[in-house]
């Protein structure tokens, strides 16, 4: 099946889209004070242009995961790249804070469509094993290309380029993908056992599923709240921002990578346990150090939530398999949706600290460091309540046995001897 496929175009093609999310992410992160200075902007006002990044995730999430047999994962692409395209554009030529919000929302929605594209297209271009490594390779490019964007927007900043600029590069891997799926011939779609919509709906209304659903909405404004405000909350704190968001996404990358043992050690809930206590550390040092000790809490912050996001899309895959691609789609919707959310919140605490520590008498570097820190202090709160459901969660699946669903076949098996011995 599908032997006619560009493998290796489509793949990469994949990784620059992901790449695309990547920068988009990490490059904004780094021009938010610019964005703020010049069009007069609030924190407030940041918060809801980034909650539009993330809103548009889970809307083409959702229906791209109902339409991707029918509509098909090489025109969800061309839909995240007009969608790209038009919120790059629209972001460098907005104006003001109206249309800096539509602009981010076509960015979130192109976004979106590359993860409900590529996650089913890579699992229908590769089998058994191969594939399984194949889509661990495809998710290290996220924190990968958050490195390079971070980089990217700290050296064009410090060398004078303005905001504009540095949103044009990520036009850079828009083309790159766009090039590479021009022309090619897709997969077709592998209808799996559990594609019945009754099914699916079945399995998520699950204590489990429902357990999951809530808890992924605390994972996810854990790890992108404090990532996607590091440029505003550690500026003065005696620490480079954007050198903070480097350093998080390579731990991240290389915790990625040996993730296959550590989950085996602990298992997926004591994975998910340790991680919650790391990140609630991380953060509170966040919130209390500054200089070189900054550093050190973003590596023990890192290494907290750089398996929240695989593990918990992972644990519905596993034990929820009735859930299907949907269920899949709709627990990393959620967690799009819960960090648009709270962006205006958090953009909303800063705002409100700066004036209580201006009426205490605090300005300057001083001001920000305090409205920084005592923002952190307070999203201390969201991996902490996941300490307690995360040991609720351990507790009640300490005697879980693998799904029959997800029972590893002959033919896996023999796949895995003839990766082994082509290796």
């Not at 002959?410 to 001897?417: A, I, P, R, V």
Request: with cysteine.
């Amino acid at each position: 099946m599908n032997e006619n496929i560009n493998r290796t175009a489509l793949f990469n093609g994949s990784c620059f889209a992901l790449i695309t999310t990547a920068f988009s992410f990490s490059i904004r992160a780094g021009i938010l004070p610019q964005l703020a200075e010049e069009f007069g902007l609030s924190a407030e006002q940041l918060g809801f242009i980034n909650s539009m990044w993330f809103l548009g995730f889970p809307i083409s999430m959702l229906i791209g995961g109902l339409v991707y047999h029918s509509f098909g994962p090489k025109n969800i692409m061309i839909v995240a790249f007009v969608a790209h395209t038009l919120g790059i554009v629209l972001t460098i030529y907005a104006g003001g804070y109206f249309l800096l919000l539509i602009s981010t929302l076509f960015i979130g929605i192109g976004n979106g469509c590359t993860e409900a594209a590529c996650n089913p297209m890579i699992a229908d271009t590769y089998s058994g094993v191969k594939m399984n490594k194949m889509l661990n390779r495809f998710h290290m490019w996220f924190p990968g290309g958050i490195i390079l964007g971070a980089l990217i927007s700290k050296f064009m900043t410090d060398f004078g380029f303005g905001w504009e600029t540095q949103m044009w590069i990520i036009m850079l891997p828009t083309i790159i993908y766009a090039v590479l799926f021009y022309g090619k011939a897709f997969p077709k779609p592998k209808v799996a056992g559990a594609n019945s919509l009754f099914e699916n709906l079945k399995a998520m209304l699950s204590p489990l599923y429902i357990f999951l659903f809530c808890c992924m909405a605390l994972t996810a404004i854990t790890e992108f709240g404090p990532n996607q405000w590091v440029n505003v909350v550690l500026s003065y704190s005696g620490a480079d921002a954007m050198l903070i968001l480097a350093l998080i996404s390579g731990v991240m990358v290389v915790g990625r990578f040996f993730a296959g043992p550590v989950v085996k050690g602990l298992g997926q809930t004591g994975v998910l346990l340790f991680s919650a206590i790391l990140a609630t550390i991380g953060i509170y040092m966040f919130s209390t150090v500054t200089g070189f000790l900054a550093y050190g809490a973003a590596v023990i912050f890192a290494l907290g939530i750089c398996y929240f996001w695989p593990l918990m899309i992972g644990i519905v895959a596993q034990r929820i398999p009735l859930s299907s691609a949907l269920g899949m789609s709709i627990i990393g919707g959620i967690g799009f949706f819960s960090t648009s959310i709270f962006q205006p919140v958090i953009g909303y605490w800063i705002d409100n600290s700066r004036l209580q520590n201006m009426a205490m008498g605090l300005s300057g570097d001083a001001l920000e460091l305090a409205a920084g820190q005592d923002t952190l202090e307070k999203m201390v709160i969201f991996p902490a309540i996941l300490i307690v459901l995360f040991l609720i969660l351990f507790f009640w699946q300490k005697n879980y046995k693998e799904s029959p669903f997800r029972k590893q076949s002959d033919s896996d098996n023999l796949y895995k001897e003839h990766e082994l011995g082509a290796s």
